[in-house]
């Protein structure tokens, strides 16, 4: 009787985790799924019990409450791992980061460039006028 209500709450949420959800929701399906496949596991004494016995239904019942449980898990971790791949930026990200990165330090590097093109006009601009007013001397004498 249990086995069957378990079955068919396992079809009961395998459904939904198939069909496209909110991310939330589909997390929460996937961890009630896990909950789910976990209970059955939950009585360790009783578990312990079955799992010495020799009656063959005892241990099958053992090895698909741990089936469940692992399904459930591995549907779990492959949701994690879909939300870390959403989570990593794609190629052209990326890309246009790295773009932008760059005209940045062209925008710095543009406006030192025109600070040190300002201060060698400065500093021709104060040679001439110490030239212009050498010659001057120079042409007084």
Known sequence: MSER???DQQHQVDPQLQSPQPPKE???ACVTALEEALLPCL????LQAIDRSQHPSHQI???RHARDFMEAAKKLQ???ISLQREDQPTEAEKLMKEIAMMEEELKIKTELIRKQERLI??????LKDQLDKINC???KV
């Open 121 to 126: 006009q400065g500093w021709r601009k104060d």
């Open 5 to 7: 209500q378990t079955l």
């Open 26 to 28: 589909d997390m929460l």
């Open 137 to 139: 001397e120079l042409e």
């Open 61 to 63: 019942d053992v090895e």
């Open 43 to 46: 009585p360790a004494r009783e």
């Open 78 to 80: 492959v949701y994690f």
